[in-house]
């Protein structure tokens, strides 16, 4: 079946470092790939889709500037936390399109000293 | 703003009897409905989709879609421990599957032996 890799799964980083984080469909291309955010106890929250070959589109109350998002080919997108703080801990899940429905890698928990 | 609205338990349900999971959402405009299973510190696997009014059978899953009340179930017959997780109910504006989903907070299933 469909697989979809993240990595790293875990990362600690210090304060106002940047985190990079990739997603991969490894057994099909994927046009569209989605990045989601969960924190602790609460549901997933979409923060952006990403297209190959153009800008990804942030949801609302989401800083573009602050979460980079290239997807640079058809199974590779890789979102960037730029200058990151303790409140950007959070568990980060990139899905990919898969016909109808999404294909959700295995999650990066990211944590911010 | 979009919603999404689950119970979030635990709902506790005998090994072996019929788990009925209930999902509300706000966007009548909503195309796309799935339920997923998390288990803790996991990614969402996909259980069943479903996009038109009525049942739909997936082994021991069933979905329900009511458009007019804005409601979607799930039941899983003959319930096993390994079934204990969260559900998450997920909804999407368009059919084709270039939009990212909106999620409920879930509900936290137990299974008891």
């Known amino acids: 079946g469909a697989v979809v890799s993240q990595h790293p799964s875990r990362v600690i980083c210090k304060s106002g470092t940047s985190v990079k984080i990739e997603c991969r469909s490894l057994?099909?291309?994927?046009?569209?790939m989605f990045w989601y955010r969960q924190f602790p106890k609460q549901s997933l929250m979409l923060m952006a889709t990403s297209n190959e070959g153009s800008k990804a589109t942030y949801e609302q109350g989401v800083e573009k500037d602050k979460f980079l998002i290239n997807h640079a080919s058809l199974t590779l997108s890789t979102l960037t936390v730029t200058s990151a703080h303790p409140e950007d801990s959070s568990f980060y899940i990139c899905s990919a399109r898969l016909q109808e429905t999404q294909c959700f890698g295995p999650g990066t928990r990211l944590l911010v000293l | 703003q979009k919603e999404v609205e689950q119970n979030s338990g635990p709902l506790s349900v005998p090994e072996g009897a019929i788990a009925s999971l209930n999902c509300t959402y706000s966007?009548?405009?909503?195309?796309?409905f799935f339920w997923y299973r998390q288990y803790s510190g996991k990614s969402p696997e996909l259980i069943m989709f479903?996009?038109?009014?009525g049942d739909k059978e997936d082994g021991r899953f069933t979905a329900q879609l009511n458009k007019a009340s804005q409601y979607v179930s799930l039941l899983i017959r003959d319930s096993q421990p390994s079934d204990s997780a969260t559900y998450l109910c997920a909804v999407r504006d368009s059919g084709g599957g270039a939009d990212g989903l909106t999620f409920g907070k879930g509900t936290h299933l137990i299974i008891q032996p």
């Open positions: 479903i996009y038109s009014n």
């Open positions: 966007d009548r405009g909503s195309q796309s």
């Open positions: 057994d099909f291309q994927a046009t569209t």
